[in-house]
């Protein structure tokens, strides 16, 4: 094994092309290792919304996890978050299980105690969920099934979720089928003009987002997330929206499913932290809802906040990461359009991502990209490139000197809003 970290720079990666990604970032191909990256952001089960607290997302429910005790441990440190503490319930799954599959049958009863204990305790559950792990995927469990069973026996809605970790590269991945049970839920319903549901993350945008104010200005009434739901009622009325705006491609597929179920179509907005861009996908939007969607006092705000950042540091250098709320190398682009130095950023390009790539290459050919699942990454040298301020947990880790912006709170930044916080936090950790 090599004794330094691979990388390659965005000029290289370029040429050769979205189609010949180095197997370096293609976790598929060889062994995966476990960076600060990997553990925050990769892992079904681990801190910020994975799996588990996806699961939890509608108002009232609980989750019973179906599990060998060491994949069912790390739920302990969810349930230490307020909120969580009593919505977790627990099915051990032993080697005679593993091999005769029995806890099949245990789970419908299962659902039935914990639902009946719930009643007992003057609570009353609104969904159970079901999480498993990557033992049932091996063994083809069925769980719609089972979850079918169990609903009939505790007379209340059961979906399925899942913490495979084996299936992260596939088709639908664990957060992208969890996002998909849920909204299962909604029914058919008689649709309304003035209601839309913003989908894909499980946690609400900030508050200042311009998004908001933008529709309620051509007429929108109820704007809907999953997670400023606090009834399972209110959670249901997302059945009536006029159309869905999905700001998550992992949402995506939950969508579709809305499309062709409930017939409510959906547009796609991304995260961007460009400004311009961030104006053409508001133009681009409105164009195809036959409105005109301008946010000129926002948009001039996030000029002002970069301005503001740009005068008081002109020669700032960044590392970006991905283990934060935004696209590492459409941030990175964003950095350098600005007139900053990206050195490097740690991420794993993807065809999709070529938009940004082919700019940086062309705007800053030598800045490196690292992958943080590569095994060399052992190796990581902090002095191989200057770092006055990192973006990301993980780059944070990697230059622990550096001036640090974590920007991964759950509440979520869109827009010229997030622009404009993100300028702001940045010019206040690097000022004295």
């Not at 400023?228 to 009325?237: A, D, G, M, Q, V």
């Not at 000197?401 to 010229?416: C, K, R, S, T, V």
Request: net charge negative; with cysteine.
């Amino acid at each position: 094994m090599r004794k330094e970290a691979i990388c390659y720079t965005a000029a290289e990666l370029v040429e050769l092309g979205k189609e010949q990604i180095p197997e370096e970032f293609q976790s598929a191909a060889q062994l995966v290792y476990s960076s600060p990256a990997t553990l925050a952001y990769n892992s079904p089960g681990a801190e910020g919304f994975g799996v588990k607290r996806a699961g939890l997302s509608v108002p009232g429910s609980i989750m019973l996890i179906v599990a060998p005790g060491c994949c069912g441990r790390n739920t302990s440190s969810i349930a230490k978050i307020k909120g969580y503490g009593d919505r977790f319930f627990y099915l051990d799954m032993t080697d005679t299980d593993l091999v005769t599959a029995r806890h099949l049958r245990k789970i419908p009863q299962a659902v039935k105690e914990i639902v009946d204990f719930q009643e007992e305790q003057g609570k009353h559950p609104s969904l159970v969920m079901i999480c498993i792990t990557c033992v049932d995927a091996l063994l083809g469990t069925d769980m719609e099934r089972v979850a079918r069973k169990a609903e009939e026996l505790a007379g209340l809605p059961v979906r399925p979720c899942y913490m495979y970790a084996l299936t992260r590269e596939g088709r639908k991945p664990p957060m992208v089928h969890v996002r998909q049970s849920l909204y299962e839920l909604l029914p058919k319903q008689k649709k309304k003009g003035t209601s839309v549901n913003l989908m894909g993350f499980f946690a609400p945008l900030i508050d200042d987002c311009e998004l908001y104010s933008q529709l309620r200005s051509i007429g929108v009434r109820n704007i809907r997330q999953i997670s400023r739901c606090t009834s399972y009622e209110e959670f249901l009325k997302m059945g009536e929206a006029n159309f869905n705006i999905v700001l998550h491609p992992e949402a995506r597929a939950a969508a579709e499913d809305l499309l062709s179920r409930l017939d409510i179509p959906y547009v796609e907005l991304t995260r961007l932290y460009q400004i311009d861009q961030i104006e053409k996908q508001y133009r681009a939007f409105g164009q195809a809802i036959g409105y005109e969607i301008e946010s000129p006092v926002k948009k001039q705000e996030a000029l002002d906040a970069v301005k503001a950042l740009k005068t008081a540091h002109p020669d700032l250098t960044f590392t970006v990461g991905e283990a934060m709320n935004g696209n590492p190398f459409e941030l990175a682009l964003a950095l350098v359009r600005y007139g900053f130095t990206v050195s490097e950023i740690y991420g794993t390009p993807a065809p999709e991502y070529y938009v940004y790539l082919d700019a940086l290459a062309k705007l800053s050919p030598e800045t490196k990209i690292y992958c943080n699942m590569e095994p060399t990454m052992l190796y990581y040298d902090s002095s191989t490139a200057k770092a006055d301020v990192t973006i990301g947990k993980d780059a944070a880790f990697y230059h622990p000197d550096a001036a640090h912006i974590y920007w991964n709170e759950d509440i979520q930044p869109f827009g010229y809003a997030g622009v404009i916080r993100l300028m702001r936090a940045i010019l206040e950790e690097v000022s004295p």
